[in-house]
Nanobody, 123 residues
């Protein structure tokens, strides 16, 4: 497994930006597709974005497409999520995760999770 630690959450006004970072430990990071999920109060955890390990292909939820950008640095074992034009509905705990399969939008594909970081967007 991969150990994951998120950072970069906080409070921001609507229209603002935040950059989340996820630091990974473990030898298999560079061969794992990485994803970001989020969970708002009273809601199910949902897929946000993912980036594959072999061709760096990116995947986004429709709700964040064009506003969020996922990237990874295999030399540093990090995966980042740049979030722009934030909306109050983006408020959630954001989780970084490492996948063991190719169904990147399905939570069951991921076998390693971080502890989460809170993002709060005020109107």
């Amino acid at each position: 497994q991969v150990q994951l630690v998120e950072s970069g959450g906080g409070m921001v006004q609507a229209g603002g930006s935040l950059r989340l970072s996820c630091a990974a430990s473990g030898r298999t990071f560079s061969s794992r597709t990485m994803g970001w999920f989020r969970q708002a109060p009273g809601k199910e955890r949902e897929f946000v974005a993912a980036i594959s390990w072999n061709d760096m292909r990116t995947y986004y939820a429709d709700s964040v497409k064009g506003r969020f950008t996922i990237s990874r640095d295999d030399a540093k074992n990090t995966v980042d999520l740049q979030m722009n034009s934030l909306k109050p509905e983006d408020t959630a705990v954001y989780y970084c995760a490492a996948a063991r399969g190719s169904a990147v939008k399905w939570q069951g594909t991921y076998d390693s999770w971080g502890q989460g970081t809170q993002v709060t967007v005020s109107s």
